[in-house]
Structures are given as C-alpha cells and as structure tokens.
C-alpha cells in the first residue's frame, strides 16, 4: 500500500524512440527515484530506446496503444478513454506531460477523473492529482517553422484548449517563454532549464572517442582523424534541424579549412533526401551520416568543434552536452541557444544567413587559442544546467 502523503509522479510523452524529449523523462525518472520517490512512465506504442533505458533503472512504464503522434480525433477520443481506464486503477499525485500530442491527457484528468473520484474517493483514498505540461519547443508554433496559416491557427486552438486543463505550465527556455506572450496564452507559467548529470555520461577522452565513434557508427567511419578538422552535430535529420543548411555551405567551408569533416549523428525523415544533397555535391568523402548512437554524448569529444543549424530549438539537450564536453560551438540564435552559450557572439549566428555563418566558422576553426579558450568558458557554464537544479525545480511545483 502506498504511504499516504507520498509523491507518486507519472512522467508522459508520445514515443519512446531517441530524442532529447526521452533523455530529458529518463534521467528525470532516474534521479527521482533516485531521492526514493515513485515514478511512472508513460509513452506511445512507437520507439523502443526509452523503454530499454528505463529498464536499466527498474523504473516502471506503461504503452499506451492510441498515443500516436496524428491529427487524426478518433484516435485522441480513444487514447483519453485508455488513460482514464489507466487513472482509474493508479493513485498518482501528478501527471507530467512531456509532448503536444500527448497534452490531451490533461482533459482526461480533469474531465473524466473527478466523476470516478466520487464514486470511489472514500473506499480509495484518491484524490485527483495535478497536472504539469513542460513545453520543449514551439515546434508548429515557432515563428521559424514553415507551416501554412490555417494549419498554424489550428496547432494553436489545440493548444491553447488543452491547456486549460494544466495546472501548471513549464517552458524550458526563457526565449520560448517570451514568445508565446504574442500568442496570447495568459496562463500562469514557469521556467526550468533542463540539466545533465555529468558522472552519467561517461565522456571518453579525445582520441577514445574518435576511435570507439569511428566504431560506433552504421556504417563505420573510415577517418583519418589525425589529419582533420572534425565538425560534429548532434540531431535528428529532420526539417527543424536545418541539416541541408551545413550540406550546402560545406564547399565553402572546404575553402576555409580543405581537411575539414562533417559528422552527424542522428536519423530522420530526411536522410534520403540528405543523402542525395551529398552525393550531387561530391561531398561523400568529407559529410558522414552515422545513424542513430546510443548515449552519443560520451562521443563528443572526438570534434574540434560542434555546429547546429536549427531552425527552431527549445532548450537542445545535445548542447548541454556539449557544455560539459568543452566544445567550442557555432549555433543559430535561435529558442535557447543563446541562453546556453550566455550569449557568446562568436559561437551564434544569424539562422540561413551564410556571410556571418563563414565569417564565424572561420575565426573558430583558424584559432586554436580562442578554440581552447572558449572550450574552458562553456565548461563553466554547464554547471548552471546541472540535473539536480533542474529536478530540485521540479519537486516544488510537484507539490
């Protein structure tokens, strides 16, 4: 029987395939359990790395069969009728909501649960729990994202609706906090950065994991890292994270440094489509796409210096990551990356704006000085995204 007063949170989210959404619920899970609180996980019938990870801990979870990412609203009415069949056999004190397609349960809490609750609160002991939406990105909504109008309008009346069914919302950057003022959501909200526990990655030395990545990937790299420049980014091969950006650039990059190397770690929809940009560029010998990597993090110090496009971010977990690996990046100015880098100029540039992006790339990749110099700055500043701060967030608005 579960001791009166005591935390029970359930940690929700769509998929469970790699992402930093997943990373974010598993190591989360991992540190509440951790201070000897209960918790849950939740997620759709899709992806595997989530569950398996959790399994590692002992942390339970559950698949939900009708949580899918689709617009489609029978399968919505079907996946709030699920979880409320689920509500009603679990006592959980809060409901964390990690993604937009999931958001729904939020109804579900507040519409369905307080009728069983009548009827069984007395022989239970059941109260209805609160519910908590984190917002990881705009996504539809990011000024950013090409979507037509109507569809844009559509993403927001979802939002905002569900929304009302949240007791508490979070942002995980200041930037993407900011941005929904002019969206008119009103709702009363807070802000958490996400963090990392720096003894869980397991970071290699440089020349481990230029070795044990070239080993790690599908299909293997081929590299002379000794004679090279290596450019590394961390993402899904998606639209949002600009990919065809770099892929486009890189002949100019070539002029700056001739021995420089692209290696992406990730997999998406668009890496046919990747891959072909590649291949009409001549570019198959200096661009690698490695495919997914379990816990790439510890990876990160076989590059020289890390690069990511995106379009729109929240809060990007590999960019914490990369914080605490001593990279030197060059990152578009855009959700959170500046508040990651602390607004260092010369590692921002302006999204899909080519001259600042070579001007920029240029000074990092000629200087090693200001290379070494900026890995020890951003050091520094990944003590300010440490998990425990994150978590310790948390738990008072758990309460």
Known sequence: MEEKGKKNIFLLCTRADMGGVQVFIRDLARDLKRRGILVTVGFGPAGGFLANELRKFNIPYIRFQNLKRSHNPFTSLSFISEFKRFLNKNNFTTIHINSSNALIAAYAVKKCLPRTLAKHSMARGKSRPITIFTVHGLSLLDENYKKANWFKAFYLFYFKFFLKFVDKLIFISAENQKQTKSLNIAQENHMIYNGLEPSSINMLSHHEAQGQLSSAANPKLHLNWIDSFAIGSVGRLSYQKNYDFLINIFPKILR????????????????????????????????????????????????????????????????????????????????????????????????????????????????????????????????????????????????
Do not use: C, W
Request: hydrophobic content about 40%; overall charge positive; glycine content about 6%.
């Open 256 to 399: 700056v440094i001739p021995n420089a190397k692209l290696i992406i770690i990730g997999e998406g929809e668009d890496r046919a489509k990747l891959e072909e940009m590649i291949k009409t560029r001549k570019l198959k010998k200096s661009i690698f796409l490695t495919g997914n990597i379990i816990n790439s993090a510890k990876y990160l110090p076989a590059f020289d210096l890390f690069i990511l496009p995106s379009r729109y971010e929240g809060l990007p977990l590999t960019l914490i990551e990369s914080l605490f690996a001593g990279l030197p990046m060059l990152v578009t100015e855009v959700g959170g990356n500046t508040e990651i880098l602390n607004n260092s100029s010369g590692q921002i540039f302006k999204l899909n704006d080519e001259d600042d992006f070579l001007k920029k790339f240029k000074n990092l990749a000629e200087h090693k000085m200001h290379r070494d110099y900026l890995s020890r700055q951003n050091k520094k500043q990944s003590q300010n995204f440490l998990l425990s701060k994150s978590v310790d967030k948390y738990l008072e608005l758990y309460e």
